[in-house]
């Protein structure tokens, strides 16, 4: 079956610190992987995909993700944590071509200390 | 550039009334649209997408329909809401073969 799990339900880290959010995937067919960040009370907004090619994509706000086929993994980086990155953030999955049906993970919750 | 438009932004409403949740696009044409549902401690669930006017895919079978009238209108609608239909509603769109990019959300909370 086609699944997305993101392993880390809640995470904390300080203001300044690096950020490696999880997420793998179980897909029958060659992947569109996408991270999208969901502030409190908002919608989704696009973070990075990858498609093909280069296997470490580049985002906005400074995030970063590399994708691993061997491991079945699309994780989520950023070298250095702003306080503004707190919210939540969901990695999903979707066919080749076709991303009607994207599959999403539970989603990580980031929170930040000053 | 394009934008999507939900309302409204929230919604409390009695169980067994009725539910009608807009969605628009602008600055698109024939884009593709999705309803999902955000529950609690959830990730999105998709409940209907569309490819064109009048033609709609239900994914979920559910309390709820989806009807898109206009080539950028999609609605969400129920006759009689149930407890469980309370979540976080989430329009999206799409054009092209990639990426969905989501609206701002209705809050809906049945009593």
């Known amino acids: 079956a086609q699944s997305v799990t993101q392993p880390d339900i809640h995470i904390t880290v300080s203001e300044g610190a690096s950020l490696e959010l999880r997420c793998n995937y179980s897909y029958g067919a060659t992947p569109y992987l996408f991270w999208y960040v969901q502030s409190p009370g908002q919608g989704l907004q696009l973070l990075l995909k990858?498609?093909?090619?280069?296997?470490l994509v580049q985002g906005i706000k400074g995030f970063e993700a590399e994708f691993k086929r061997s491991q079945s993994s699309f994780n989520l980086r950023k070298p250095s944590v702003h306080w503004s990155d707190a919210a939540e953030y969901f990695c999903a999955v979707g066919r080749s071509y076709n991303t009607d049906k994207l599959i999403f993970g539970t989603g990580t919750r980031l929170q930040v200390f000053p | 550039s394009q934008t999507i438009h939900q309302w409204p932004a929230t919604l409390v409403q009695p169980v067994g009334s009725p539910l009608s949740l807009e969605c628009t696009v602008e600055g698109t044409s024939n884009p593709n649209l999705y309803w999902y549902r955000q529950a609690a401690g959830r990730g999105l669930q998709l409940l209907f997408y569309?490819?064109?006017?009048?033609?709609i895919s239900s994914e979920v079978p559910q309390n709820l329909s989806a009807s898109r009238p206009q080539d950028r209108q999609f609605i969400l609608s129920s006759k009689k809401l149930l407890l469980s239909d309370s979540g976080f509603y989430l329009c999206?769109?799409?054009?092209?073969?990639?990426?969905?990019?989501f609206g701002p959300g209705t809050r809906l909370t049945v009593l």
């Open positions: 990858y498609f093909s090619g280069d296997t």
């Open positions: 569309s490819v064109g006017i009048g033609q």
């Open positions: 999206a769109w799409r054009w092209g073969r990639d990426t969905q990019y």
